[in-house]
C-alpha cells in the first residue's frame, strides 16, 4: 500500500476553514485516499474517500490532484469540536474488508 | 444502534497474566479486525478476519491469538500479557464486497499491564 505524509499538526480558527494536506506521491491507480478523523483517543470515524474526483459530503470537500499525488482535506468551517488527529489513508480499490494502514496523522487544533 | 461494542473500556493485567478483549458488532459485517495505538501513534493492525472460521496476521500480531466462531463476536486474547501490551485497543467492522468499505471503530479498551 501507498504511504502518506502529513503535517503532525495545524491550527484554525474556529469559523474559518481548515485544510489539511496530504502527500501520496506513490499512489497507484487502483488505490483510493480515504480520510478518518480520531476525537480525544475515541475509536477513529470516517469522513470521506475518492480515486480521482473531487468528493464533497456533508462533513467535508476532498481535493485531489490531477496526478493524484497528493490530496487535501477541507472542512468548510471548523468548530472546536473538529479539534482531532486526521489520518489520511490510500487503500486499494478492492481491499477486501477495507485493511487499513494509519500513519501518525495532522493533529488540527481549532481554536475560538 | 450499537455498532461495535467493546468489553471491558479500562482493564489493568499483572505481567503474565492472561485476559480476552471482547469485541461484538451487530451490523452482520463479514469483516473484523484489531488496531492497538501506543501514545502518540497511529494505529497499528493486529489481526483480522475476513468471515467466521477465517483469521490473518496484521502488522503486529505476536503476542496474541484470535478466533472467530461468529460473524458478531471477535475476541482478541492475550495469553502471558507483558507491558509492551499497554496500549489502547480498538476493534473495527466493515464489509467485504463492494469497491467502498468503510470502517467502524469500537470505542476501545485501555489496557496497562503492570
Known amino acids: 500500500d501507498a504511504k502518506t505524509t502529513q503535517p503532525p499538526s495545524m491550527d484554525c480558527a474556529e469559523g474559518r476553514a481548515a485544510n489539511l494536506p496530504c502527500n501520496h506521491s506513490t499512489i497507484s491507480g487502483n488505490e483510493y485516499v480515504y480520510w478518518y478523523r480520531q476525537i480525544h483517543s475515541q475509536g477513529p470515524q470516517y469522513i470521506i474517500h475518492g480515486l480521482k474526483n473531487n468528493e464533497t459530503n456533508e462533513m467535508a470537500s476532498l481535493i485531489i490532484t490531477e496526478d493524484r499525488k497528493s490530496s487535501t482535506l477541507i472542512l468548510p468551517h471548523a468548530t472546536l469540536r473538529d479539534t482531532a488527529v486526521y489520518y489520511c489513508?490510500?487503500?486499494?480499490?478492492?481491499?477486501?474488508?477495507?485493511?487499513?494502514?494509519f500513519g501518525q496523522g495532522t493533529e488540527l487544533s481549532v481554536k475560538p | 444502534n450499537a455498532g461495535v461494542t467493546q468489553t471491558p473500556k479500562f482493564q489493568v493485567l499483572k505481567t503474565g497474566q492472561s485476559m480476552t478483549l471482547q469485541c461484538a458488532q451487530d451490523m452482520n459485517h463479514e469483516y473484523m479486525s484489531w488496531y492497538r495505538q501506543d501514545p502518540g501513534m497511529g494505529l497499528r493492525l493486529i489481526h483480522y478476519?475476513?468471515?467466521?472460521?477465517?483469521?490473518d496476521q496484521g502488522e503486529v500480531p505476536n503476542g496474541y491469538n484470535v478466533s472467530r466462531s461468529t460473524t458478531e463476536d471477535f475476541p482478541l486474547r492475550l495469553l502471558s500479557a507483558a507491558p509492551s501490551q499497554t496500549s489502547v485497543y480498538f476493534c473495527a467492522s466493515s464489509r467485504t464486497e463492494g469497491v467502498h468499505t468503510e470502517a467502524f471503530f469500537g470505542q476501545g479498551t485501555r489496557l496497562t499491564v503492570v
Open positions: 478476519s475476513v468471515g467466521a472460521g477465517i483469521t
Open positions: 489513508i490510500v487503500r486499494p480499490i478492492y481491499n477486501q474488508g477495507g485493511k487499513l494502514i
